[in-house]
């Protein structure tokens, strides 16, 4: 079982649309003095089948509104990205409405199955982002939901 020793830690949500998401992440990174590289990204992803998750270093957006707005104010790509799976709508043109929608009972009881599996990565990636090897955790991070 992995030790859950974070001693410190924000937690953001945005009340701005989920395509300017990047607005609130600027400004609590800047006032916390948060470095682009201590934040981590939990958005929905297309790419990723319904009820798994990825972790991400970097790199592209993917098409995702949230993820492209807040690399773009953060001026870096260098963010780590819990992309937790949606999966894909059988037809390519529904993609807009697909991701706005509710998910349904069955898919709310796959994604509370992996509650807990993806709040132990949340922690493990957290863990391996700010140890450098032989010192304590670091305290000055950011999560952030987009």
Known sequence: VYQRRVREAVVSTQSTGMNVSGKSVLKATATLDISPQNVLLLHDELDVPLGKFKVK????????NGVVDT????????????????????????VRDYVLEDFTKNERSLL????????????????????????ELGVNFMLTLC
């Not at 790509?77 to 529904?94: Q, V």
């Not at 509370?112 to 863990?127: F, H, K, N, P, W």
Request: hydrophobic residues 30%; without cysteine.
């Open 112 to 135: 509370g199955a992996m509650r807990e599996s993806l709040i132990d990565t949340v922690y493990q990636t957290l863990a391996i982002m700010l140890t450098p090897p032989g010192t």
């Open 71 to 94: 690399q773009e104010r953060l001026k870096s790509n260098e963010m780590k990205r819990l992309r937790i799976g949606i999966g894909r709508p059988s037809n390519k043109e529904d």
């Open 57 to 64: 270093h970097g790199g592209s957006a993917n098409g995702h």
